[in-house]
């Protein structure tokens, strides 16, 4: 899955891409998005009668990929006997895993629509289930695959050219060679698939649906409930005493959890632990990275520039403790804006009419399809009681189209997390247009860039356009906050996941008190706590718990690389440069037809490996502030 921030307002998921929409010609309405108007804005719900008509429907499928997947195992054994049989069976099982993937979304975005729903659990758990038993039915195919041979394979390729959709898959079974077993070890590993994925279920039941969230009363008598959504939107509030208030309150209730959620992010390590040492991989960094093709001086390289820029960073918090007005800056003081200025509301209409406005450098071709998705039943776009947290774009259903799940607050945090899901969302549609389903799926890496970038092209089009200072500054602060969460924070938490495995790699037990320790430890580094520039209380370094991404296994990285190559490509792009932003288009038009990285150096000569890479984010942070400064 592909995910977007861990903030709990700013979490975005995306599950691998595999969405397909006809490009056909759609004109551009300047006005299609109006601003005004008394009326409140709609509140959207998606149409899921595009993947089913209706829950019959949904079970019929489920009993007929039931049988597809049992109809497997009678392909066993026949990909070598000639090109064309190898073609046949692999056209079959791509067949089989694409319906398995659209039965799957069907459920799971009923699930999230209301976690409450016991009937939509049950109908979730199925369908994980079903994508477990696929699994199981297809592990014969890699090492089939390699007992063919790779001269043998060669051949099959060049006799056969519609294996051409399959060549990256087949090439990239046999760059796992080292790393795959025997069948019958292959097929147990399929069939523990769901114990070993099951952590980050465990948080989601933990955090949206068992958690008793408390309720607070603000200053101004307002009483407000602290769930994941409500923490998001209250640890901003102005007064700084409700803001420590949200915050005891809110990581006292997790504190309460601290030994069930560190039994779980536990589980989830030594289950990486697992996968690594089965797979005879160096370690579980190298596995998690091997899939994507990614080298781990990519990980390393992050860590090394954000630990050498953490004075550009503390220049930041002193100067937002400058215009908070704020001489011991505390980490609840993080979040609130750092001017106080009334922007108006970011309603639904308002975030579509802006977004669009802010990505015309994108050109003719981006704007069609973002205009198309927009005018489509595609979202969920509020808060509603039991609804997942947070946001993302779910593009799995090839032959559909993607899927956005929002929690809009009607702020400008909100109408950024719009522009970010639909960046992803316009990715999904430009890599199904060029690719079949056998490579539309898109890595993370490159999925964060589609999205961050649309974040920064929105944030500069908001300070360009600022009708006074206080309001331009209020938008060079939100642009500064979304380096601060996405470059910094990530890469803290990435430090954080790679210390909790190399601790369980050297036999270290981690509990609830060890992990706080070390998430505490990093959290008051990179936050200048022993240097004065801001105090961290203990009783927030439970903020551990809370990360959903820490259940799911070294993703969080990608969103500090992605916004580093975003910053990359807009440095270019803001200055007008279309030959940057034609090779971004061809990025993201490239899907998952080969290596993201590799993708990125074909493609555009980004290098991330290299510490060049990092340069125009840092430029961009020193930039941001200097403007602020210049206004004060």
Request: net charge negative; aromatic share 12%.
């Amino acid at each position: 899955m592909l995910c977007s921030g861990p903030e709990s307002q700013m979490y975005t998921e995306h599950v691998l891409i595999r969405s397909l929409v006809q490009l056909c010609s759609i004109s551009l309405f300047l006005n299609v998005f109006s601003v005004s108007g008394a009326q409140s804005p709609p509140q959207y719900e998606w149409d899921l009668s595009d993947i089913y008509p209706d829950l019959g429907s949904w079970q019929s499928a489920m009993a007929e990929i039931s049988i597809s997947i049992e109809s497997l195992a009678e392909l066993k054994g026949t990909l070598s006997d000639s090109p064309q049989a190898m073609l046949s069976a692999l056209r079959v099982y791509s067949s089989v895993n694409k319906e398995v993937a659209r039965a799957y979304v069907y459920t799971s975005l009923q699930r999230d629509a209301d976690q409450r729903e016991p009937e939509a659990q049950a109908r979730f758990g199925l369908s994980r289930q079903m994508f477990s038993d696929l699994s199981e039915a297809v592990s014969w195919i890699n090492p089939e695959v390699l007992s063919i041979g790779e001269s043998r394979v060669n051949q099959f390729l060049n006799a056969e050219p519609a294996l051409a959709d399959f060549e990256f898959m087949i090439r990239d079974i046999l760059r796992q060679e080292p790393h795959t077993l025997d069948e019958a070890t292959e097929t147990i590993l399929a069939q523990a698939g769901m114990v070993l994925s099951s952590p980050s279920q465990i948080y989601q039941n933990y955090a949206n649906a068992d958690i008793p969230w408390p309720t607070v009363i603000l200053s101004e008598g307002n009483e407000v409930t602290l769930n994941q959504s409500g923490y998001s939107l209250w640890r901003a509030a102005p007064n700084r005493d409700d803001r420590k208030l949200v915050f005891d309150t809110f990581w006292e209730t997790w504190q309460q959890y601290a030994d069930g959620m560190g039994a779980t992010l536990a589980s989830e390590v030594q289950s990486n632990l697992f996968s690594a040492r089965v797979r005879n991989h160096d370690g579980v960094l190298a596995n998690n990275l091997f899939d994507d093709g990614l080298p781990p001086s990519i990980y390393t390289q992050l860590v090394a520039q954000v630990n050498s820029a953490l004075p550009t960073f503390h220049r930041y918090l002193k100067l937002r403790g400058r215009m908070l007005d704020i001489e011991d800056l505390r980490y609840y003081d993080i979040y609130p804006a750092l001017v106080d200025v009334d922007t108006g509301v970011f309603d639904l209409n308002r975030s579509k009419e802006i977004t669009f406005e802010a990505l015309r450098p994108f050109g003719e071709e981006y704007l069609n399809l973002l205009e198309y998705g927009l005018a489509q039943d595609w979202m969920h776009s509020h808060p509603q009681p039991g609804k997942r947290s947070g946001a993302y774009m779910n593009g799995s259903v090839y032959d559909v189209h993607p899927y956005v799940l929002l929690n809009h607050n009607d702020d400008y945090e909100s109408m950024s997390t719009f522009a970010h899901e639909w960046g992803h969302a316009v990715h999904s549609l430009l890599a199904n247009a060029s690719n079949p389903y056998e490579t539309a799926g898109y890595s993370t890496f490159t999925a964060e860039m589609a999205s961050t970038i649309n974040e920064i092209l929105l944030q500069e089009y908001m300070i360009a356009n600022a009708v006074t200072d206080e309001e331009r500054l209020f938008y060079l602060g939100g642009a500064l906050e979304q380096i601060r969460g996405t470059l910094f924070r990530q890469t803290m938490f990435a430090e954080f996941e790679l210390a909790i495995h190399e601790a369980a790699e050297q036999g270290e037990p981690l509990t609830g008190p060890k992990l706080t320790e070390i998430y505490g430890e990093l959290l008051k580094r990179y936050h200048g706590h022993d240097l004065g520039v801001l105090t961290v209380d203990d009783a927030y370094t439970i903020e551990w718990a809370f990360i959903p991404h820490f259940y799911r296994d070294f993703y969080v990285f990608q969103y500090a690389t992605s916004i580093s190559g975003a910053a990359w490509f807009a440095e270019q792009f803001l200055a007008g440069d279309e030959e940057v932003r034609d090779s971004f288009i061809r990025v993201l038009s490239a899907g998952g037809s080969d290596y993201p990285h590799d993708i990125l150096l074909k493609e555009a000569g980004l290098d991330m490996t290299q510490a060049a890479a990092y340069e125009p984010i840092m430029r961009r942070m020193n930039s941001l502030m200097d403007r602020i400064e210049a206004l004060l």
